[in-house]
């Protein structure tokens, strides 16, 4: 069975940092891209990062460049993101999702994980 | 970037009922659209994927369709499941981008 669990979140300050983590198990980690998708409270989706099975190309929203870096340890099973000079409007559910596609990027979510909230507030 | 319109934002139906949501691209994007289901406090789930794909597992009662760019999920008989917020998602070049849900609620 395919899992993906989130851990990582909590309170921060504005300006603070904050790593997340996802661990994966139930399938060949190594295969698929993987993503960062959040959701404000009561808004949409909104996708954050992205980065494919051998790290080889990383992409991320304009709103999180700069100060959000995506990375995966295969070896581990687990992705990250490490959030730096976080700010109010970062605060949200972050989800971890697996790509569709085993081998090839399709940019399309078949599993996430159950999200870790992460808030920004003084 | 690429933005997904979606509409209506919400919609009130019955059990039985046929429901459609529509979701618009700002630019061609081919059949690269996919749609999710949320319900409250849950992870959205994949329900169609490059338009008219059903995922696995997913009742034959959710079909999709794309004309242009323009694109339609369709739920043939709704049931009482299937009470939720549903988006789109463009995954046809990054920054990949999410339609602002429509709100499926009981009548």
């Known amino acids: 069975e395919v899992q993906l669990v989130e851990s990582g979140g909590g309170l921060v300050k504005p300006g603070g940092s904050l790593r997340l983590s996802c661990a994966a198990s139930?399938?060949?980690?190594?295969?698929?891209?993987m993503n960062w998708v959040r959701q404000a409270p009561g808004k949409g989706l909104e996708w954050v990062s992205s980065i494919s099975s051998s790290s080889s190309y990383i992409y991320y929203a304009d709103s999180v460049k700069g100060r959000f870096t995506i990375s995966r340890d295969n070896s581990k099973n687990s992705l990250s993101l490490q959030m730096n000079s976080l700010r109010a409007e970062d605060t949200a559910v972050y989800y971890c999702?697996?790509?569709w596609g085993s081998g090839a990027t399709t940019g399309y979510f078949d599993y996430w994980g159950q999200g870790t909230l992460v808030t920004v507030s003084s | 970037d690429i933005q997904m319109t979606q509409s209506p934002s919400s919609l009130s139906a019955s059990v039985g009922d046929r429901v459609t949501i529509t979701c618009r691209a700002s630019q061609s994007i081919t059949y690269y659209l996919n749609w999710y289901q949320q319900k409250p406090g849950k992870a959205p789930k994949l329900l169609i994927y490059t338009a008219s794909s059903l995922q696995s597992g997913v009742p034959s009662r959710f079909s999709g369709s794309e004309s242009g760019t323009d694109f339609t999920l369709t739920i043939s008989s709704l049931q009482p499941d299937d009470f939720a917020t549903y988006y789109c998602?463009?995954?046809?070049?990054?920054?990949?981008?999410f339609g602002g849900g429509t709100k499926v609620e009981i009548k």
């Open positions: 999702a697996r790509d």
């Open positions: 998602q463009q995954s046809y070049s990054t920054p990949l981008t």
């Open positions: 139930g399938f060949t980690f190594s295969n698929y891209a």
